[in-house]
């Protein structure tokens, strides 16, 4: 008998950079019923009619079923793709659709791009925080990634420009900007109408291609949804849509809509990934917008997002914890706290934990360390009770440890 062979020599390089997310690490536990999770992203699909779903499912199968049970093209299914076209009309997208791929999820798009595009050691720059998934593929195409300071709108464009100096100088190259514009996992903070503007203008000055990844843009409160990054300008932006949040999750689908060259190679990956996406999954979401009032369904959405916004606030205000300070999310499902000082968002998961509550420490959000005084709250998921009873258990926690640093730095003095 040989001996078992140590597998880890056989990994190669760039997974030794793949480890395990704080948010998959922590749902295992977030995810017992007797806690209140504001963890997770999960939307709320419940609210979706499910014996309609299940007659469009049952109807695309009868009347359908030997094209849907079959394989796709690694494109994906030109109906779908035209009418993914409507949707992104919605944000002032004018695209066709021979410049869009039908991936399993936004996720697979953006692992496509990075295949297609990023040699290691490439620098990607993103908002700091930014969307923990994205930072997982960047990693594992070995890119460097650079958080760029944000405020509460958006990226600000002099750090842009100084990290983009930066990156001259050192002379690296930097081929994108990844940004999610729109009330933005995990800060719920959205892009302004100008910096979409100055964001162009510095594509242009320095010649890198912004990644705009908008699985939240319908899904805002007040009023209709901004122009897309896309909508101004064709060239220089790769765009990634998802009816994870507008529709479900569950069916896995998104896409991306990239130039004409650029799109031609994100098909041959996505062949070689996993040769088409689902088509019994295309054609449901076919059926679901040709056949459902999909926007009406959106409008739900929004409503059902909003009064638990409105929860988390309220809240907040309420409990009124001293040194705690959040954002204020126009749309989407997260808020983004930062703890009074000293204190460590992962360090206080533990007592979270203990008094049922969940939620997400701010390093996982970073790809550089940063984070230890920021936490995310999703609204998403939990009712609105069950998220006011969350935050309040979670203010208790941060005001008892806040007394204890107080008074163990006092019992120092005295
Ligand atoms: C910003 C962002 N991009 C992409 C995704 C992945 O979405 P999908 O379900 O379409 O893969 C998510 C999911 O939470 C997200 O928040």
New binding site residues.
């Given amino acids: 008998v040989g001996e078992t062979p140590q597998l880890d020599r056989y990994f190669a390089q760039r997974v030794q950079r793949m480890t395990v997310s704080e948010i998959r690490a922590l749902f295992t536990v977030a995810s017992r019923p007797e806690i209140i999770s504001l963890a997770g992203?999960m939307p709320a699909v419940e609210a979706l009619p499910l014996a309609e779903i299940a007659d469009l499912t049952s109807r695309v199968i009868r009347d359908h079923g030997a094209k849907a049970l079959q394989y796709g093209s690694g494109q994906g299914d030109p109906r779908l793709r035209e009418l993914i076209c409507d949707v992104m009309a919605a944000e002032g997208i004018t695209g066709s659709p021979e410049n869009i791929v039908v991936?399993?999820?936004?996720?697979?798009?953006?692992q496509l791009l990075a295949l297609t595009c990023l040699d290691p050691g490439d620098v990607v720059l993103t908002e700091g925080p930014s969307?923990?998934?994205?930072l997982g593929v960047f990693a594992a195409a070995q890119a460097e990634v650079t958080h760029v300071a944000i405020d509460a709108d958006g990226v600000i464009p002099a750090a842009l420009r100084e990290a983009l100096d930066q990156a001259a100088v050192a002379g690296r190259r930097v081929k994108f900007f990844y940004t999610?514009p729109n009330f933005?996992?995990?800060t719920g903070v959205t892009l302004s109408e100008p910096r979409r503007d100055a964001l162009l203008e510095l594509a242009d000055e320095y010649d890198f291609i912004i990644l705009e990844?908008?699985?939240?843009g319908l899904l805002g409160f007040d009023g209709g949804p901004l122009r897309a990054i896309r909508a101004r300008d064709s060239d220089r932006v790769v765009y990634?849509?998802?009816?994870?949040?507008t529709f479900a999750?569950g069916v896995?689908?998104?896409w991306a809509l990239a130039p004409a060259p650029l799109c031609e190679k994100l098909i041959l990956a996505n062949e070689a990934s996993v040769l088409s996406h689902s088509l019994l999954n295309q054609m449901v979401v076919t059926a679901y917008l040709e056949y459902h009032p999909w926007q009406e369904q959106l409008r739900q959405f929004q409503s059902l997002y909003r009064t638990r916004r409105d929860a988390t606030l309220s809240a907040l205000e309420k409990a009124a914890v001293s040194g705690l300070t959040w954002t204020r999310p126009g749309g989407g499902?997260y808020v983004w706290a930062t703890l009074p000082e000293g204190l460590d968002s992962k360090h206080l998961m533990t007592a979270a934990l203990a008094e049922k509550v969940a939620y997400v420490p701010g390093v996982g959000f970073y790809a550089d360390g940063m984070g230890q005084r920021e936490l995310r709250l999703s609204y998403c998921y939990a009712t609105p009770e069950r998220i006011q009873e969350g935050i309040q258990r979670l203010s208790g926690v941060i005001t008892r440890a806040r007394n204890n640093d107080v008074s163990s730095s006092l019992s120092a003095i005295l």
């Fill in positions: 992203g991936t399993f999820g936004s996720q697979q798009a953006l969307y923990v998934g994205a999610v933005q996992n995990p990844d908008n699985p939240y990634f849509g998802s009816f994870s949040k999750a896995r689908t998104g499902f």
